[in-house]
């Protein structure tokens, strides 16, 4: 990519909010899922109604769990971007790459904002509905094909748990024309 066409470059907690944005959503909605669990338990509680109580307060930890793992989904999906952004400035566009985060829609949300950070978004939409891929297609391909994905290795460590990417470029430096 040609440094001198290479587009004004927003701030990181911009990016890092673009990139998962529907992620903390979800977050604000399971926290708030939690707050309601949370006081169906305590009534029940209260109640001494056991069986209820173990029903609510189960219903507590499973919708509180879904916020830490949202976060950390956040997380991993901003390292995605790095990574990706950092690969698509010095080899451009190509299908192999972006094949490799179609999978999702917080993947392919994570291409497409380093692709738009760097003008190339238009090319990944073309790609992505080339395959068929719509935008209200949110839930992933590997749970639809291997439904005991959750006991698989590969879900836990590319869903949650991406090792932390330091770019190779500071695009926002490149963008305003100054020394990198």
Known sequence: ??????????NTIISFWNVGALLYYSTILFFLETLFYWNRFKAAYADEAIFVSIFWLGSVIFA???VFMVVMDGWSRFQNYKRIKDYLFVHGFTPKI???????????????VAARELGMEDEV????????IKWYHFVPHFMIKDPFFLFKKYFWSRTFMEKHYEPKFNYRELSAGLPA
């Open 1 to 10: 990519m040609n440094i001198l066409t290479l587009p004004k470059q927003p």
């Open 64 to 66: 509180f769990s879904h």
């Open 125 to 132: 939409l073309r790609y992505y509905r080339r395959l068929g």
């Open 98 to 112: 972006a094949r490799l985060y179609k999978g999702s829609k917080c993947q392919r949300t994570a291409f497409l």
